[in-house]
């Protein structure tokens, strides 16, 4: 045997075997301390008992709403699907909601309208607002240009509401409504949102007249059998992903610390981003409807949605003729971090400010699908104010800086040599509303 390839086992040192010992005791408390320190610790074991078929089941049929939970083989199928390891879909999908659901619930709370249909926009396109399908659906609600037009959405090949958040959200509720009252149960109104009316009305009449989806499922197209199971097991997600692992992916705050202006005169994308530092991504994102990245100019306002700084950048830039604030756009984005993303991640994303908040609302378990709309503390104004904000234009120009975690703006004013009165000034923050981590300051140069 060759030398090199046989050499002796050399005996550990006492003291390295200490070590090494006492090594492997703290990457182990480190470890256990990672695992059970997090609200979506991993209780994901497929083999865990609460994950058990017959538990499944008992869940599913908990739910409770204006649709006919049931649990059938397409469910289960469904629920295993969107509950595996590794589904990153799922995580994409449950970090989208902070951004969309709060303009759901409102506009269907002031429809007075059964909450869980929020879930369907997740059905439809999973909460990518740039959703195309090749039925030529589009949106977040997947709504052809036909329903568009017939519930007022303006479809053009530079301006699609069919993509704009509000609107298409405003049209889908109105169609629903009146697909429920068609037939008279909002189980036989999903199915007909997605396969149409005609279709549901035929299956009805070769039921023998039955007026249950769960009795009429075989006489629906294929896509609608399975339309209503999917319905069924997203909302089953949502109440419990944590017994799986299922982590959010975290969506950049900027997404849900947004305001919105009414504009009139002709803006393009690359403007807006050259003039707030904004990646032209990150606002094509916010105003998916604008098709050709600019806003046209017209003269009853076209919406624009913005991080809330980026935005006031804009309004100190034009004169209140050519862009105007918008006091409609009273989303409260933050409370969905506070209710459904665990305690270190909601810190994270809203700032130490938020830490009473935080303990308070996360004393119960977290939900997505039951109402959060009563027993919600009052999240504070962005830093800005609109009631003190005054049009100035720029009379230099400016670099961007991102406060970081724990940084203060003197910190900031001594590392661009500027004074803290100005930095203050420049971004209208004031002593009772400093801004939080995240902050895009404007420095002038």
């Given at each position: 045997?060759?030398?090199?390839?046989?050499?002796?086992?050399?005996k550990?040192?006492?003291?390295?075997?200490?070590?090494?010992?006492?090594?492997?005791?703290?990457?182990l408390?480190?470890?256990?301390?990672?695992t059970?320190?997090?609200?979506?610790?991993?209780?994901?074991?497929?083999?865990?008992?609460?994950?058990?078929?017959?538990?499944?089941?008992?869940?599913?049929?908990?739910?409770?709403?204006?649709?006919?939970?049931?649990?059938?083989?397409?469910?289960?199928?469904y629920?295993?699907?969107?509950?595996?390891?590794?589904?990153?879909?799922?995580?994409?999908?449950?970090?989208?909601?902070?951004?969309?659901?709060?303009?759901?619930?409102?506009?269907?709370?002031?429809?007075?309208?059964?909450?869980?249909?929020?879930?369907?926009?997740?059905?439809?396109?999973?909460l990518?607002?740039?959703?195309?399908?090749?039925?030529?659906?589009?949106?977040?609600?997947?709504?052809?240009?036909?329903?568009?037009?017939?519930?007022?959405?303006?479809?053009?090949?530079?301006?699609?509401?069919?993509?704009?958040?509000?609107?298409?959200?405003?049209?889908?509720?109105?169609?629903l409504?009146?697909?429920?009252?068609?037939?008279?149960?909002?189980?036989?109104?999903?199915?007909?949102?997605?396969?149409?009316?005609?279709?549901?009305?035929?299956?009805?009449?070769?039921?023998?007249?039955?007026?249950?989806?769960?009795k009429?499922?075989?006489?629906?197209?294929?896509?609608?059998?399975n339309?209503?199971p999917?319905?069924?097991?997203?909302?089953?997600l949502?109440?419990?992903?944590?017994?799986?692992?299922?982590?959010?992916?975290?969506?950049?705050?900027?997404?849900?610390?947004?305001?919105?202006?009414?504009?009139?005169k002709?803006?393009?994308f690359?403007?807006?981003?050259?003039?707030?530092?904004?990646?032209?991504?990150?606002?094509?994102?916010?105003?998916?409807?604008y098709?050709?990245?600019?806003?046209?100019?017209?003269?009853?306002?076209?919406?624009?949605?913005?991080?809330?700084?980026?935005?006031?950048?804009l309004?100190?830039?034009?004169?209140?003729?050519?862009?105007?604030?918008?006091?409609?756009?009273n989303?409260?984005?933050s409370?969905?971090?506070?209710?459904?993303?665990?305690?270190?991640?909601?810190m994270?994303?809203?700032?130490?400010?938020?830490?009473?908040?935080?303990?308070?609302?996360?004393?119960?378990?977290?939900?997505?699908?039951?109402?959060?709309?009563?027993?919600?503390?009052?999240?504070?104004?962005?830093?800005?104010?609109?009631?003190?904000?005054?049009?100035?234009?720029?009379?230099?120009?400016?670099?961007?800086?991102?406060?970081?975690?724990?940084?203060?703006?003197?910190?900031?004013?001594?590392?661009?040599?500027?004074?803290?009165?100005?930095?203050?000034?420049?971004?209208?923050?004031?002593?009772?509303?400093?801004?939080?981590?995240?902050?895009?300051?404007r420095?002038?140069?």
């Amino acid at each position: 045997m060759d030398e090199k390839n046989h050499r002796p086992i050399k005996k550990m040192n006492p003291m390295n075997k200490k070590t090494a010992y006492y090594s492997g005791i703290f990457i182990l408390l480190v470890y256990l301390n990672l695992t059970t320190g997090s609200l979506f610790a991993a209780k994901a074991n497929s083999n865990y008992p609460m994950n058990s078929d017959k538990n499944i089941e008992a869940k599913v049929n908990d739910l409770s709403g204006h649709i006919e939970f049931k649990y059938t083989k397409e469910v289960k199928d469904y629920i295993k699907k969107y509950t595996k390891p590794g589904r990153s879909g799922s995580e994409k999908i449950l970090g989208r909601i902070p951004v969309y659901f709060p303009v759901f619930e409102k506009k269907i709370n002031d429809r007075n309208l059964p909450e869980e249909l929020k879930v369907l926009a997740i059905v439809e396109s999973h909460l990518n607002v740039g959703a195309y399908s090749k039925a030529g659906a589009a949106g977040l609600w997947q709504l052809i240009k036909g329903t568009a037009r017939q519930y007022d959405l303006s479809v053009r090949n530079n301006f699609d509401e069919r993509y704009a958040v509000e609107a298409s959200t405003d049209a889908a509720l109105d169609y629903l409504s009146d697909l429920y009252g068609q037939f008279g149960d909002w189980t036989l109104a999903l199915a007909a949102y997605n396969c149409g009316p005609g279709n549901v009305r035929k299956a009805i009449r070769r039921s023998g007249g039955k007026r249950d989806f769960w009795k009429i499922i075989k006489y629906l197209p294929k896509e609608t059998r399975n339309y209503v199971p999917k319905f069924i097991a997203i909302s089953y997600l949502l109440e419990h992903f944590r017994e799986y692992g299922i982590e959010p992916q975290v969506p950049d705050k900027r997404y849900f610390e947004t305001a919105e202006a009414v504009v009139y005169k002709h803006l393009t994308f690359r403007e807006i981003s050259d003039l707030t530092g904004v990646p032209m991504e990150v606002i094509k994102k916010m105003n998916y409807a604008y098709r050709k990245n600019y806003i046209p100019a017209n003269t009853k306002g076209y919406k624009l949605t913005l991080p809330v700084q980026a935005l006031y950048t804009l309004l100190d830039y034009y004169d209140n003729n050519q862009i105007e604030f918008s006091k409609e756009h009273n989303y409260d984005f933050s409370k969905y971090i506070l209710n459904n993303f665990s305690r270190e991640v909601a810190m994270e994303l809203l700032g130490s400010k938020y830490k009473y908040d935080v303990e308070v609302l996360q004393v119960r378990k977290p939900h997505f699908i039951s109402s959060s709309v009563n027993g919600n503390v009052k999240l504070d104004n962005p830093a800005i104010d609109i009631k003190n904000y005054k049009t100035n234009k720029f009379k230099s120009s400016f670099v961007f800086h991102e406060l970081k975690p724990g940084e203060s703006i003197d910190e900031v004013a001594t590392e661009y040599n500027v004074k803290l009165e100005d930095v203050m000034r420049w971004n209208n923050i004031y002593i009772s509303t400093p801004p939080k981590s995240g902050a895009i300051l404007r420095i002038e140069k």
